[in-house]
T-cell receptor, first 116, second 112 residues
Framework: DTGVSQDPRHKITKRGQNVTFRCDPI?????LYWYRQTLGQGPEFLTY????????KSRLLSDRFSAERPKGSFSTLEIQRTEQGDSAMYLC??????????????FGEGSRLTVL | GEDVEQSLFLSVREGDSSVINCTYT??????LYWYKQEPGAGLQLLTY?????DMKQDQRLTVLLNKKDKHLSLRIADTQTGDSAIYFC????????????FGTGTRLQVTL
């Protein structure tokens, strides 16, 4: 399978704990995106990388959230001191600039976070 | 900021046409998209339209864009049970799709 993969698929944690999600994009894709989706809502943009550079961050991304893509391949999204409001599906997507349909993001299946 | 709205639910009979509607507020949107989300699967791009187009047809899918009213619709002809999913309208004003703004999604239920 050469699609976008995310790990873990589901994480249950207690309030105040730290969690980290990993995303492996499609190998030739230079852009990587993180979105958050809560129940009954559409995905909301969090941040995106072009290669290893983080080019844009949403105001939704508080100081407790940090994302990295150190070598321009996989990315991690860490949430520190989790709160119940952080419970959501965290979606990763990737794309390749200059080819294909502009705006065609390839999404992973998501990492569901439940904060108790 | 940008806002994209959709109705929450649509039920159609197999074989009928489905029309899913979307309104958006960002007049600088350059691309508009329809994504499909099936249970347990990632979102998948169905089709898209450039803002300088009025209509785009792709097999059973027809996209209509009314830029004046900022209204986008997706028509699925001969709807099948396999079309049951959540459909998201999305827009990008960046031109390079660095950030998409999604609607809340419309759940399409296809009945026999």
């Amino acid at each position: 399978d050469t699609g976008v993969s995310q790990d873990p698929r589901h994480k249950i944690t207690k309030r105040g704990q730290n969690v980290t999600f990993r995303c492996d994009p499609i190998s030739e894709h230079n852009r990587l995106y993180w979105y958050r989706q809560t129940l009954g809502q559409g995905p909301e943009f969090l941040t995106y990388f072009q290669n290893e550079a983080q080019l844009e961050k949403s105001r939704l991304l508080s100081d407790r959230f940090s994302a990295e893509r150190p070598k321009g391949s996989f990315s991690t999204l860490e949430i520190q001191r989790t709160e119940q409001g952080d419970s959501a599906m965290y979606l990763c997507a990737s794309s390749r600039t200059g080819t294909g349909v502009s705006g065609e993001l390839f999404f992973g299946e998501g990492s569901r976070l439940t904060v108790l | 900021g940008e806002d994209v709205e959709q109705s929450l639910f649509l039920s159609v009979r197999e074989g009928d046409s489905s029309v899913i509607n979307c309104t958006y507020t960002d007049s600088s949107s350059t691309y508009l998209y329809w994504y499909k989300q099936e249970p347990g699967a990632g979102l998948q791009l169905l089709t898209y339209i450039f803002s300088n187009m009025d209509m785009k047809q792709d097999q059973r899918l027809t996209v209509l864009l009314n830029k004046k009213d900022k209204h986008l619709s997706l028509r699925i002809a001969d709807t099948q049970t396999g079309d049951s999913a959540i459909y998201f309208c999305a827009e990008s004003s960046s031109g390079t799709a660095s950030k998409l703004t999604f609607g809340t999604g419309t759940r399409l239920q296809v009945t026999l």
